[in-house]
């Protein structure tokens, strides 16, 4: 059976609205669109996203700034999906990357094993782990703030202490590294993978944690924006309590 074809969410209208966001953050917009459509199931959109900022978003001044410029948006964009994973799961950023990468040009992918952009490997293999797991608490720390021991707290007495290894781990080789996305840019694509998951509890740290880590509210508020646009065009809405199930949200998404 061939694959189901979806109707797009992206119209050229939502795109162009997202892109000219006056809060929106310079060179953010592909990648916090990127991971709303990879928790969405959408990789197929996510080309379409990455097509756009690479032919819109190159600095103009010759061959060479056009390259790097892309190989930027590149890097950004695989960024993002790989830190999807942590609130989205593993399954959706390797659908999202392997459709990615069918639309990218080889000159603009990192080959295995070669140049790191991010230097997670040598700091999985090579680095001290103390030290790296101490940069992920230090990390969580920032995001959460005075309640930063609270929530840590609240894991580890889920009934299994094992959830607050995952979040460290997470934290210390995921999220904390920030070689390609900044504290700040890190949250907006925690908040863009959580607003279609409707999981206010965690959004509403991810919203405090973008400011902690230097974003403004206005750009919060933009990224949130978006988000939602996003969603609402690929079909989500408030879900009546009378409702059993449905695809949308239960309460209105968190705001700050």
């Known amino acids: 059976m061939p694959p189901i074809t979806l109707p797009p969410i992206l119209t050229p209208q939502l795109l162009n609205y997202i892109r000219k966001h006056p809060s929106v953050p310079p060179h953010t917009w592909y990648f916090i669109s990127a991971a709303v459509l990879a928790i969405l199931n959408r990789p197929d959109e996510i080309t379409t996203v990455y097509e756009r900022a690479i032919e819109i978003d190159s600095l103009p001044g010759g061959h060479t700034a056009e390259h790097e410029e892309r190989l930027k948006i590149s890097r950004r964009i695989r960024e993002a999906l790989v830190k999807t994973s942590a609130v989205g799961g593993v399954p959706k950023t390797i659908n999202a990357l392997l459709a990615l990468k069918e639309v990218t040009p080889i000159e603009l992918q990192d080959k ?29 720390d920032n995001i959460y703030g005075k309640i930063s021991k609270r929530v840590m707290g609240q894991m580890e007495r889920s009934g ?17 590294n920030t070689s390609v996305l900044s504290p700040a840019e890190t949250s907006f694509v925690m908040i863009a993978g959580l607003i279609p998951q409707d999981v206010n509890p965690q959004l509403k740290g991810h919203l405090r944690g973008a400011l902690n880590g230097g974003a403004t509210k206005d750009e919060v508020k933009a990224v949130r924006d978006i988000a939602i646009r996003i969603c609402e065009a690929s079909g989500m809405k408030m879900i009546d309590s009378s409702v059993a199930a449905g695809w949308g949200w239960r309460e209105e998404v968190a705001d700050l």
């Open 112 to 140: 295995s094993y070669e140049f790191s952009p991010t230097g997670r490997r040598n700091e999985m293999y090579h680095s001290p782990m103390p030290e790296i797991l101490t940069r992920g608490q230090t990390f969580f």
């Open 160 to 176: 299994t202490e094992d959830l607050g290894l995952i979040a460290r781990l997470t934290y210390s080789y995921v999220l904390s």
